[in-house]
């Protein structure tokens, strides 16, 4: 961002939101965007998607939002960046681009959670995640919301915010058993919101690079306690399995008992702003929760047995078996 933007947004003028800000972590295909549909459904809850996401996607691909409209044509959006950034237009893609590289990566995770930081390093967070922290306050206000939800997933962008004094962070991490994971990363899924044929399709994985990240990504939602931040876990079969016990439980211990959605095995969706996120996040009407078992029917052996290897000893800390 350009010295300018920055001083026609001074701290002084910005709104400053303070309520709770819910970070959704864990890998994708694990029911984070129904996670967040589903707490998006409370009314006093505004659900962004994946803000990490919105530089590429929404500024310079210009993607649809959750609401259906290109990103640039959104009026939620548009109202969020000029309260943030004095416009889209003054963001500096090629500056948010550098500190991503500094420091919303795994390979930086262990210097972004190290108690011993340099003043510069400590300068670098600060700025980086000062972009989100616009972006959540200027949603808060443009929507009215008591929390705000990012379902960014990377427990990279987590760390980073875990550093911030300035912002209520809570995290839920959700979690689904690793073979399940493996085959839906083994799917061609279509992307309806993509404005191009090139990014027509979700990147796709083998089973070996998905339990790797698997491991990977679970196990960086779980160093979060270096920074002081407790990730609240919750499995996505134990969600879909009882959704109004399993919610009532995990909001009660992120201190998020109001925001409980009504929910029995179904839900009433709301429209929401979301930037980027699984197609689910288009969906409108009544969403029935149930459990997606496609894998067990259509899931290799060989392959179930490769995901299991990769990733035994987490998959029994969580609780799965066989
Ligand atoms: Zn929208």
Redesign the pocket.
Known sequence: MSAQAQSVMSEQERMRYVGPVLYIAGLGRSGSTMLECVLGSHPEVAALGEVLHLWDRGIVKDEL?????PFSA????LAVGDRAFGGWARVDLERVSVLHDAVDRHRRIAKVLSPIQTSNYRRLIRLYNDLYLRIYDAAAEVSGARLVIDSGKHGSLAASLANSDEIDLRVLHIVRDATAVAFSWSKAVHRPEAQSEEDALMVRYSSPLSSALWMLQNLEVEALRAKGVTPVRLRYEDLVAQPPAALSHTLKRLGLSSFRPAVEGRVQLRTQ?TVAGNPMRFSRGVLTLRRDDAWKASMATRERRIVKALTAPLRAAYGYSG
Do not use: N, R
């Not at 939002?65 to 409209?69: L, N, R, V």
């Open positions: 939002c959750g609401c259906g409209a959104c009026d939620f959006w702003h």
